[in-house]
């Protein structure tokens, strides 16, 4: 949503004519806490970029069917998904971890105001 809002406030006065452009860039963008583009963790590759279109891919693994290709993908969307999911563990923690050490804790003494929630004590 920050990149149509940043899109939208730089003037465009066409802004919703560039939503696929702007969902194709955001699709293709890695995200900082699982290491990988929605395009890397839902198709197992990413998207053909210009340069890709001009000068082709040196990384494309020809298949001899459907069947090595489904399962050449299935293994690697797998794998992509085990590691995606380990760094998102990893960067949980370490929020956790941070707010944990912001968080202050409140002590009480007899006598001071409180407020109750629900079914109070006298």
């Known amino acids: 949503m920050d990149a149509v809002r940043c899109f939208v ?3 465009q006065e066409n802004w919703d ?3 696929a452009q702007l969902g ?7 995200n ?3 290491g990988y583009t929605p395009n890397k963790l839902n198709a ?3 998207t053909n970029q210009p340069a890709d279109l001009m000068f082709g891919s040196q990384s494309e693994k020809k298949y001899e069917g459907a069947d090595s290709y489904i399962i050449d993908l299935e293994k690697a969307i797998k ?3 085990t590691i ?3 760094k998102l563990k990893t960067s949980q923690e370490k929020m956790k971890r941070d707010y944990d050490l912001r968080v202050l804790e409140k002590s009480y003494q007899p006598g001071d105001l409180v407020q109750c929630f629900g079914h109070c004590p006298d």
């Open 9 to 11: 406030d730089s003037q």
């Open 17 to 19: 004519q560039h939503i």
């Open 24 to 30: 194709g860039a955001m699709r293709s963008s890695v």
């Open 32 to 34: 900082r806490s699982t």
């Open 44 to 46: 197992r590759q990413e």
């Open 79 to 81: 794998s992509a998904h």
């Open 84 to 86: 995606a999911r380990d």
